[in-house]
């Protein structure tokens, strides 16, 4: 083969090839400009660096850059009022976990209506909780520990990383449906109980898994059951709470992108696809896996609205049942 005849045979791979990553980006891409990823929380943090990760393959699937911009405060409302603020044009979007639009409103005042302001349109992962206990707590499983709390009436506490969330939510269910007495210690964030838990001046927690898997593994704490009605892939000898006979105490976050609530759903279903193909990739399921994630499921719009909902409709019951206030 000559020279000639091997440039246009590799000439036209190569434009194959070029043709079909343009082809891509075109399908993926939802805007020809720029894309501000809003997040609701400080640089750092679990929504931070989700965020990032999600920024990282979209820039590479749409062609276009992805600017993530922390803007914490108020709950989440200071990022829901920027998203909202912005065009609808789909520049602007929001990647958040749940808990900002089905557990924070019901206790704080946020000014936005999380059912109408703002709408899912992709779920990329699934925060799921664990109730995990001090090294030193006597009981070394899920049935041994009850059967401690009742010897123990009103002696125990358990702590939450916030009033008004899954983990305040599944203590106090836990109480009711086990017949404890527990008492709720707060604390403001993730870190400060589990140093509390660590150290054994508090018993027990119901904590996200991505925040206490690695004292899990270390055995600085120790991992009773899982917040769910099947068991983690990360945690496959610990058995769900529906298992031991508590189908109630199922609690899970999602984390994904948001829109404003007036974003054309034409525009919504463009970015649900670019967002749906990143959340299936092998390699970025696999970074959700190594900070503790399960995969994300394989929602469309109508449904990741209605999860939102039943969410929040079951959180306002809970709060209603057991008058959670911010103020405890």
């Not at 590799?10 to 070029?18: D, E, P, S």
């Not at 995990?132 to 009742?150: M, R, S």
């Not at 909902?309 to 959180?315: E, G, L, S």
Request: hydrophobic residues 45%; charged residues 15%.
């Amino acid at each position: 083969m000559n020279f000639r005849a091997r440039f246009h045979r590799f000439g036209r791979k190569t434009f194959a090839v070029l043709a079909g990553v343009c082809l891509t980006q075109g399908a993926m891409a939802w805007t020809d400009k720029p894309v501000k990823l809003l997040v609701p929380a400080p640089a750092g943090g679990t929504m931070d660096v989700i965020a990032r990760m999600l920024a990282d393959h979209l820039a590479v699937d749409t062609g276009q850059p992805m600017v993530v911009d922390n803007r914490p405060g108020a709950g989440g409302a200071i990022a829901v009022q920027a998203l909202r603020a912005a065009a609808p044009d789909g520049q602007t979007v929001m990647v958040t976990a749940s808990n900002v639009l089905t557990e924070i409103p019901h206790v704080m005042k946020t000014g936005f209506d999380p059912l109408k302001d703002v709408r899912p349109v992709g779920f990329v992962a699934r925060g799921y909780m664990v109730m995990i206990a001090a090294p030193n707590t006597p009981a070394k499983d899920f049935k041994g520990f009850v059967a401690y709390a009742k010897k123990n009436p009103g002696s125990l506490s358990f702590a939450s990383y916030s009033t008004g969330t899954i983990s305040h939510y599944a203590g106090m269910i836990l109480n009711q449906k086990a017949g404890l007495d527990m008492q709720h210690v707060p604390f403001l964030g993730s870190p400060p109980a589990l140093a509390q838990v660590m150290g054994g001046q508090i018993p027990v927690m119901f904590d996200g898994f991505a925040t206490s898997r690695a004292l899990i593994a270390s055995n600085k704490v120790q991992a009773y059951a899982v917040a769910s009605k099947t068991r983690l892939s990360q945690l496959p000898d610990v058995p769900t709470l529906t298992e031991l006979g508590y189908p109630e105490l199922n609690f899970s976050n999602w984390l994904g992108v948001v829109v404003s609530g007036s974003l054309s759903p034409e525009l919504s279903e463009k970015i649900h696809k670019a967002v749906k193909a990143v959340a299936m990739n092998p390699k970025f399921k696999e970074r959700m896996l190594a900070n503790g994630f399960e995969a994300a499921e394989d929602a469309n719009l109508q449904q990741m609205t209605q999860t939102v909902k039943a969410d929040f409709d079951r959180n306002a019951a809970i709060v209603k049942q057991f008058n959670i206030q911010i103020n405890q």
